[in-house]
């Protein structure tokens, strides 16, 4: 409808201007010759072990890597991606109940007594990979 004024008073369409999501460069993932996976990460600050207990004795750190052997690629992606991007939210350990737990004191995430059944890797719930504006990556070695 137009009014008096020859102005629209229609309700017009906004337009986001959407931002892609920015990707750091946090991790330079190798195949090792036995098969296994290495993981260069750029900081070790990055690095929380606690996020790596779903695949105990299947992995080690040294210093700035982390190599996983009898691990699919994918677990193994799922886990560093997890950890690199963590906010310490929860919402990884939907599934399991038997290892969340929430310390209120330093309000972060505690992991302890993961029974193993890597339903935790799943990136669904991850608040961390799915909703921040930046995210820390992975990339394969040429």
Sequence with gaps: MITASGVSNKPRAVHWR???AQN?????KRRLPGGGLSYCIRDPGWIAEKHLH????KWVRKDDEIRFWHVEERIADALVKRMLNCLDCGFCLVEC????RFDRGTKRLVIKGCIQCC???R???CMGWRHRFWRRIIVEEP
């Design 18 to 20: 959407h931002l892609k």
């Design 24 to 28: 750091v460069l946090a991790a330079v």
């Design 54 to 57: 779903s695949v105990d004795g």
């Design 97 to 100: 109940f038997a290892s969340r």
């Design 119 to 121: 339903r935790c890797p």
């Design 123 to 125: 990136l669904k719930f």
